[in-house]
C-alpha cells in the first residue's frame, strides 16, 4: 500500500489513493495498525481519496478505527495532493465528504475551505443549547455545534490551569452525546484572538482540528466575545477563521507532505 503522509498544523494523517475504493472495508483495521506511532507508520488518522463519477470523496478514519464524517485539516492535505500531484486542475477543488461537498482554494501556499454552516439545533443529534454538566468536581457549561461532525466547546480563564488530560475524555464520552464529541477548550485572547486545546473525538490530544478551530470561533462570536473573523492558535499551529454574513464558515491554513513510502501491515 502506497501512502502520503501529511500534517496540517501538528494534526497528521496517512493518506492512501483508493480510487475505487478496495480499502474501504479494511480502513479501521488499517486505521489502528498503521496509525500506531510506535508499530506503524504514526498518525492521528487514516484518509482514503476515493473517486465516483469524476468526484474525489474523503474518507478520514481515526486512529481508533472510528469514521469521522469531516476533518477541516485533513481535508487541506487532500487538496494539496489533488492540485499538487495534478489530479485537480487549476487552483479550486471540490472534495466529497460523508457530511457533504467542502470547495477548496489554494491561495499561494494556503488552502481556504468553505466548512459550510454550524448548526446549533438537536437536528443534527446535538443537545439543543448551553449543557451544564459535573465532571471532576465541577460545573462545566458545554457548547454544543456540529461543523458536520459534533463539538462541544468549553470556554476557560487559563488553558495552562486546566486537568486537559482528564477532563477530556470524560466529555468527550458524557451521555450527552449520542456518538461522543470533539470537546474544545477555549481561552479567549481579544476581540480577534482565540487559542484552543482539542479532545479530539477517536484521536484524543492533537496538536490541531479544523473542525474544532471553527466550532469555538463562531460560539465566541455567538457570545460576543470576539468578532466574526478570528486567529484561532492551537498547539501545532494557527487557523484564520471567518464567519461569514452568508452564514458559512471558512477555514484558511497549510497542508505539508512530509514523506512517502510502502506500508506492508499484517
Known amino acids: 500500500m502506497r501512502f502520503w503522509k501529511y500534517h496540517g498544523i501538528g494534526n497528521d494523517f496517512i493518506l492512501v489513493e483508493d480510487f475505487e475504493g478496495r480499502l474501504l472495508g479494511e480502513a479501521p483495521r488499517i486505521a489502528t495498525q498503521a496509525c500506531h506511532r510506535n508499530f506503524g507508520i504514526g498518525g492521528d488518522g487514516l484518509v482514503l481519496i476515493t473517486q465516483n463519477d469524476g468526484m474525489y ?15 477541516g485539516n485533513a481535508i487541506r492535505c487532500v487538496a494539496h495532493h489533488l492540485i499538487d500531484k495534478g489530479y485537480a486542475v487549476g487552483e479550486t477543488v471540490i472534495i466529497n465528504t460523508i457530511s457533504g461537498a467542502k470547495k477548496v482554494y489554494r491561495e499561494r501556499d494556503q488552502y481556504a475551505v468553505d466548512m459550510g454552516e454550524p448548526r446549533f439545533t438537536a437536528a443534527e443529534q446535538l443537545p439543543d443549547g448551553i449543557q451544564e454538566v459535573e465532571a471532576l468536581g465541577g460545573q462545566w457549561k458545554i457548547h454544543p455545534v456540529s461543523m458536520g461532525n459534533p463539538h462541544g466547546v468549553v470556554f476557560v480563564d487559563e488553558l495552562a490551569a486546566l486537568p486537559f488530560e482528564h477532563l477530556g475524555p470524560l466529555l468527550e464520552r458524557h451521555p450527552i452525546w449520542p456518538a461522543m464529541a470533539n470537546i474544545e477548550f477555549v481561552q479567549v485572547e481579544n476581540s480577534s484572538s482565540l487559542r484552543v486545546k482539542v479532545w479530539e473525538r477517536g484521536v484524543g490530544p492533537t496538536l490541531a482540528c479544523g473542525t474544532g478551530a471553527c466550532a469555538a470561533a463562531v460560539w465566541s462570536a455567538r457570545l460576543g466575545t ?12 494557527s487557523l484564520e477563521i471567518r464567519w461569514e454574513d452568508d452564514n458559512h464558515v471558512w477555514m484558511i491554513g497549510p497542508a505539508v507532505e512530509v514523506f512517502t513510502g510502502s506500508y506492508h501491515g499484517k
Do not use: K, W
Not at 470523496?57 to 476533518?71: K, L, P, Q, V, Y
Not at 470576539?226 to 499551529?237: C, D, I, N, S, Y
Open 57 to 71: 470523496t474523503m474518507r478520514i478514519f481515526n486512529s481508533d478505527g472510528s469514521e469521522a464524517e469531516m476533518c
Open 226 to 237: 470576539t468578532g466574526r473573523r478570528v486567529a484561532v492558535h492551537l498547539p501545532g499551529g
